[in-house]
């Protein structure tokens, strides 16, 4: 009997400090930031909706490392989870890149954010085949190209040095595709090379390109998303696991909650950022029908080169499914 109740005892001693353990979370955008103060608010109402079961620990600001390194650390147990973007999304499940392949939403934003938000149930259960648990997916924004030179149409931009991100298959199939000079770097180190002339041109959203600077190194930005970037807040199965199910459906509730705070958010802050560049005199460049068609003509080539190695025939006949929507 006393046995048994020294195994109760040490099992329950378990499973408490299993739930006080702190889940660990690596994420680039720096403390203070808009984005980082709905993030705090959401761990924190996780925390006290749990009654302290659940706490999550977000390292701010890249102080983990970049997003490689995050989750290079998750693989390895140190860390138990990552806010990220989706090129290191696409390295757990490929599938989430397809609403990421260029000059597939051109300016339609609302149409983008729809698609995706239709896609995440689809993307969620990918996410758990690879052994994660996606508490938000969301939206970053349209992705733009500035530029310290100007340029008058899609042709002109092969001309430029394009910083391209590093280890990316879906940057990288566009830089081939429309044969483009690319620079890969690091991100850090976009805007020192924007300042010496070793890269005339880089792409981001509207909030990226202001948080990172770059409005300050720019004359030009490209009016024609090349498009659209999603980033998704996840953690590992094996944290997940340990959460007790009441605790699970607390914070999948908030977590619901706080991913329509962070597209909002970030859709407001996006149109804020192009509102201050333009008071900047940074020109906006429009382009016409004629290389609208011509990108969709890229488009369809990027996506023969990724189907099947980045995404899914599944997940690319679901977007298509999506797009055809009215």
Not at 232 to 250: E, G, H, P, R
Not at 264 to 283: G, P, R
């Amino acid at each position: 009997m006393m046995k048994k109740s020294l195994l109760t005892l040490w099992l329950l001693v378990s499973t408490l400090n299993a739930f006080a353990a702190p889940i660990k979370v690596g994420v680039l955008v720096p403390e203070g930031t808009g984005w980082a103060k709905i993030v705090k608010k959401m761990t924190s109402e996780i925390k006290e909706a749990t009654k302290g079961n659940v706490e999550i620990k977000v390292y701010y600001g890249g102080s983990q490392g970049d997003e490689q390194d995050v989750l290079r650390k998750i693989r390895i147990g140190q860390l138990q989870g990552g806010i990220f973007t989706g090129k290191t999304l696409g390295d757990i499940n490929g599938d989430v890149r397809v609403v990421e392949v260029p000059f597939t939403f051109n300016n339609n934003r609302e149409k983008a954010l729809k698609t995706l938000q239709n896609l995440t149930p689809f993307f969620n259960l990918n996410f758990e085949k690879n052994k994660f648990k996606s508490l938000a997916t969301f939206e970053i924004g349209q992705i733009y190209l500035v530029s310290q030179k100007r340029v008058q149409d899609l042709n002109a931009i092969k001309n430029l040095k394009i910083w391209s991100w590093e280890g990316d298959p879906v940057v990288n199939t566009m830089f081939d595709s429309m044969k483009l000079i690319g620079v890969p770097l690091a991100l850090p180190d976009v805007l020192s090379s924007l300042t010496t002339g070793v890269i005339d041109a880089a792409y981001a959203p509207g909030i990226g390109i202001i948080s990172l600077q770059w409005n300050t190194k720019i004359k030009y930005v490209v009016d024609f998303p090349i498009s659209y970037s999603i980033g998704a807040f996840v953690v590992t199965a094996d944290a997940w696991s340990k959460i007790a199910l009441n605790d699970q459906k607390a914070i999948s509730v908030i977590s619901k909650k706080y991913e329509a705070e962070i597209n909002s958010t970030n859709a407001k802050d996006n149109d804020e950022a192009f509102k201050s560049m333009k008071a900047q005199n940074i020109e906006f460049i429009k382009f016409n029908e004629a290389d609208i068609k011509v990108a969709q003509g890229y488009r369809a080539e990027i996506i023969k080169n990724l189907k099947g190695k980045v995404f899914s025939e599944d997940a690319f006949k679901k977007l298509e499914a999506e797009l055809a929507r009215k």
